[in-house]
């Protein structure tokens, strides 16, 4: 049996961080993306502008930047912002910039604007008949989303979403750099401790290797469900 | 120059030659160890991709493992593995490759040429899958070999179905070097690590370097279109 030398619930309650994380990334992506995708298609042009502009800058910036960017200038941000409200108004304020925070500010972020292009995408699917069948039943625009689109575009939605979670949950990784006790940092203290890197690292790799094989699963379940009544050619 | 930026630069202190030509270091280290990585990882993820795609299970059974296992696990785990599992070996220390790994730029290269080399196997594995059937059954009417077929017929063809995935993963790869920086590198991202604690300036450090690493993506972005055009000229509509 693995003999994990005490580290075992550490590890577990890592592994709980890694997931959380995971997950509360995955909300702020999803609805950055909507936004986004919504900002792209709209015909505001500075809606348009800045959702360009969002989606480019991240595809140009190394997600560790990212995350280091907004981890400490979040602090030195947050140090300003209570100097200024102590000297203004002298009520103490501080809080501690958490890199479980910064770690779900910036995985959003990141993959938000991903998001933005697959959501984009599948709006860009949605057949105009159908949006033109709901404007003649006289949806209103919101209830024309609501009950066309969305359903329908989640469907075109689903391969680009799946395909962006599993980047996503490997990408929970970096948030121990910053110094979040999830399980990768776990293992890195427990190897350094006990020099036994293979040890603790190929128990977390599998770990990993769980969550992406288990996701792919359930998408290939997601995706046969949303397509059923579909024919597919070929 | 404008006033606003000229006044900008007399008060900076974080901007001066010293810091600039750290930057630069770390550039170079980035770019050197990415574009090792990916020449090394193209070279290796050729072959292997033809080994992925023949029927005999027990060829491509073990390529398929290597690349699922890279591609199912976060990088910074298998750099860890690599980076202090190398120096855990029995009886390294005594050999000459110690030498080479008890820097950390090779561990790291190691680390990123494997990963590299599975995704690029996949990419080019799918391209290959996809070479439309009467381009073989052509080849094979001119009566060429299996080894000519690949080389003139179902390689060229699948490099330019694979180019555009290939683009996606060069610059997931600039990205991902930047983790370079937590096993000691002094990479692009470990300069700019270096000056925030150095200046406790996090906006000017790692702003700074973020732009660095779009100019990099941008550039890489423009050579690629480049490379597409070229590669898919005969697909261009006459009217443009």
Not at chain 1, 204 to 219: H, Q
Not at chain 2, 41 to 52: C, E, T, Y
Request: no cysteine; aromatic share 14%.
């Amino acid at each position: 049996m693995l003999d994990l030398k005490g580290y075992g619930p550490a590890l577990l309650d890592g592994a709980v961080v890694t997931i959380e994380l995971a997950f509360l990334s995955l909300a702020v992506a999803i609805t950055l993306g909507l936004i986004g995708a919504s900002a792209k298609l709209s015909d505001n042009r500075l809606a348009k502008g800045a959702a360009t502009t969002y989606t480019t800058l991240i595809r140009g910036v190394p997600d560790l930047v990212m995350m280091l960017l907004f981890y400490y200038g979040g602090q030195v941000a947050v140090n300003m912002l209570s100097d200024h409200i102590w000297e203004t108004y002298e009520i103490d304020f501080f809080f501690q910039f958490d890199p479980f925070i910064s770690g779900v500010v910036t995985i959003g972020l990141i993959f938000g604007a991903y998001m933005t292009e697959t959501f984009r995408g599948a709006f860009l699917a949605v057949e105009t008949g159908q949006i033109e069948a709901a404007r003649a039943y006289g949806f209103t625009r919101f209830h024309t989303f609501r009950r066309i689109m969305l359903p329908q575009m989640l469907r075109h939605a689903l391969p680009g979403i799946g395909n962006n979670w599993q980047v996503l949950l490997k990408t929970t990784a970096l948030v121990s750099i910053i110094g979040l006790t999830d399980m990768v940092r776990v293992a890195e203290e427990a190897a350094k401790a006990e020099r036994m890197p293979f040890h603790f690292f190929i128990p977390v790799a599998f770990v990993y290797l769980a969550l992406t094989a288990g996701s792919e699963l359930f998408i290939k379940w997601l995706n046969k469900r949303a397509n059923v009544g579909v024919v597919q050619g070929g | 120059m404008p006033d606003f930026i000229a006044e900008w630069l007399d008060k900076n202190d974080v901007f001066t030659a010293m810091t600039l030509m750290e930057y630069w270091g770390g550039m170079v280290t980035t770019v050197q160890l990415v574009f090792l990585s990916l020449v090394i990882g193209l070279v290796v993820a050729v072959p292997l991709a033809i080994l992925r795609t023949v029927k005999n299970p027990f060829i491509s059974g073990p390529v398929w493992f290597y690349t699922y296992i890279f591609r199912g696990t976060p990088l910074l785990i298998q750099l860890y593995i690599i980076y202090y599992g190398l120096a855990q070996i029995e009886g390294i220390q005594e050999t000459f490759w110690w030498l080479i790994f008890r820097e950390p730029f090779y561990p790291a290269l190691l680390a990123f040429t494997l990963n590299t080399a599975a995704y690029t196997t996949e990419i080019i594995r799918g391209a290959i899958v996809s070479t439309p059937n009467g381009e073989i059954e052509a080849a094979k009417a001119y009566g060429m070999n299996w080894f000519m077929r690949m080389r003139r017929i179902v390689l060229p063809s699948a490099a330019r179905r694979g180019v555009q995935a290939y683009s996606n993963e060069v610059i997931f790869m600039l990205h991902a070097s930047a983790i370079a920086s937590v096993v000691t590198i002094v990479d692009l991202t470990g300069a700019a690590r270096n000056i925030y604690s150095r200046f406790y300036a996090p906006f000017d450090a790692f702003i700074f370097v973020a732009l660095l690493y779009m100019l990099l993506t941008f550039a890489l972005v423009f050579a690629f279109r480049k490379l597409e055009n070229h590669l898919l000229k005969h697909q261009r509509p006459l009217n443009s």
